[in-house]
Structures are given as C-alpha cells and as structure tokens.
C-alpha cells in the first residue's frame, strides 16, 4: 500500500520560500505522476502542479496560473522524495497542501489514486 508523507509546512511572511518534500513507502515515485494540491479552510482541493514519469524522452511539469513562475515540483529518485519549492509566497498561498500520487505515468485526465496527510503553510502579509 502506497503510503505518502508530506513535512516542511510552517509560517512565513509574504516574499518568503519554502520546500515542501513527499516521501513515499511502497511505490517507486520515479515510475508514476506525482502532484501537489492545496486546500483553504471551507474551499474545495484545486490542482497547484504535476509532473509526469522520470522516463520518457522528456519530463514534463504543469502548474496552476496561479502559481506559475513561482512555484517548481521536482524529485530527487535516489531518495524518493517530489519536493514542491515555493518562492515569492503570498497571502492567498495559505493552505493545506497535499501531496498526490497518480495511478499512471501520466497525470493530464486523471485523478490522482493516493494521498498524503497534508501539511500547513501559512503566508502572513
């Protein structure tokens, strides 16, 4: 059973970074999807980014408009980990985000199969 552990949640001031990190058990993450949702208190789960397999002829990585420019997924395989970095933090960041393993390579039309516990990120202004 795939079991995902999101850490590096905390309180920052608005400009400010953070790294957020997925550890996984029981799943090779460089063979599947990986993403990152985020959820404000009495809203819904929207999508933040994706990235595709490590395989392929190229990698690939989707962001939501709102966080373009500012946010990067990546992964490191020999420890398993997707990271979500966060740069250029605001207000409207505040959330619980959520670590999100595809069934697939692939993640466009999908929804993912597994998730982490999520983990607090405050952006104060």
């Known amino acids: 059973q795939v079991q995902l552990v999101e850490s590096g949640g905390g309180l920052v001031q608005a400009g400010g970074s953070l790294r957020l990190s997925c550890t996984a058990s029981g799943r090779t993450l460089s063979n599947y999807a990986m993403g990152w949702f985020r959820q404000a208190p009495g809203k819904g789960r929207p999508f933040v980014a994706a990235m595709s397999w490590s395989g392929g002829i190229t990698p690939y990585a989707d962001y939501a408009d709102s966080v373009k420019g500012r946010f990067t997924i990546s992964r490191d395989n020999a420890k398993n980990t997707v990271y979500l970095q966060m740069n250029s933090l605001k207000p409207e960041d505040t959330a619980v985000y959520y670590c999100?393993?595809?069934?697939?390579?692939?993640?466009?039309?999908?929804?993912?199969?597994?998730w982490g516990q999520g983990t607090q990120v405050t952006v104060s202004s």
């Open positions: 999100a393993g595809y069934s697939g390579r692939y993640y466009s039309g999908q929804s993912p199969a597994s």
